[in-house]
């Protein structure tokens, strides 16, 4: 199992990010998909924080 950074949620979910983004999205969905993904509680709530203060809606 392995636990993701807020970062990667972060970047997976600003399109903004042309960089970032597409490598973020694909590393989310490859862990998802093989199940050895997951999320702490405590990092959903700095997701929260993050992109309701600071990512501009995309």
Not at 9 to 21: I, P, T
């Amino acid at each position: 199992m392995s636990l993701r950074d807020t970062n990667v949620l972060v970047y997976a979910h600003n399109r903004r990010d042309e960089r970032r983004h597409p490598v973020a999205r694909d590393l989310l969905t490859r862990l998802t998909e093989d199940g050895t993904g997951a999320v702490s509680i405590q990092v959903l709530q700095e997701w929260v924080n993050v992109v309701t203060r600071r990512v501009p809606v995309p």
